[in-house]
Each structure stands twice: as structure tokens, then as C-alpha cells.
């Protein structure tokens, strides 16, 4: 047991030390950072941007979709639609799927109608 008990023991050593020397070189890195960011001369301004040559006012980021008149359009729409039930929708969506078919027949009809006078005509 003597030995597993000394490696255990330089294992958590070396850890350390590794820990250690990481902690060391991100300290240095963020204090690189810090002295890039002082160096750059940035202000960082919420009210007045410099650009092109003019100065421009940006405003606050707020909410306002409850204001529009397009937005309660669309939300009473939703609630309209919405109040119809699923039964509506799925005979809806079923009659729906039921055109597929005629209209299928409705081009292949036309596409030979258009072939038959294509031949006719030549």
C-alpha cells in the first residue's frame, strides 16, 4: 500500500501545480485584455453614435407590439380562427387534400387537350 499511497500523493501534486500554472496564465491573459481595452481609447455610449460624419441619437430598446393597430389585427384574427375548433380544421384540411386528385386529372386533361391540338396543328 506504501507505494499507491505516494503516487496518489504526487498526483494531486503535480495537479496543483498544473491548476496552478493555468490560474497563472489566464491572470496574465485577462490582464493583457485589460490593458488592450485601456490602450484602444473605446467609450462605449448608449445616447450619441459618431458615423460617416453624423451624429446619430439611438434610443432605448422597448416593446411596443401592443400598440399597433397590426399587431391587435392579427391577434384578434388568431383568436377568430382559433375559436372555429378542430372539427372545422380537419374537415377543412380533408376537403382540401380531397382537391388534390381533380386537380391532377384537371392538368392531365389539358396537357393532352394542348398535345391533341399540338398534332393537329402540325
Not at 51 to 78: E, K, M, N, S
Not at 95 to 101: A, C, D, E, V, Y
Request: aromatic letters at 8%; charged letters at 20%.
Amino acid at each position: 500500500m506504501g507505494p499507491g499511497i505516494d503516487a496518489s500523493g504526487e498526483f494531486e501534486t503535480e495537479c496543483e501545480h498544473q491548476a496552478q500554472g493555468a490560474i497563472g496564465e489566464a491572470g496574465d491573459s485577462i490582464a493583457s485584455l485589460r490593458k488592450t481595452l485601456e490602450d484602444s481609447k473605446l467609450a462605449v455610449s448608449t445616447g450619441m453614435l459618431h458615423y460617416d460624419g453624423r451624429d446619430i441619437t439611438v434610443r432605448p430598446f422597448h416593446i411596443v407590439g401592443y400598440g399597433y393597430w397590426q399587431h391587435l389585427l392579427g391577434t384578434a384574427a388568431t383568436m377568430l380562427l382559433l375559436s372555429l375548433g378542430a372539427p372545422f380544421w380537419f374537415n377543412t384540411l380533408r376537403q382540401l387534400s380531397n382537391l388534390k386528385p381533380i386537380v391532377a386529372q384537371k392538368m392531365e386533361a389539358e396537357d393532352q387537350s394542348d398535345d391533341d391540338e399540338n398534332a393537329q396543328g402540325s
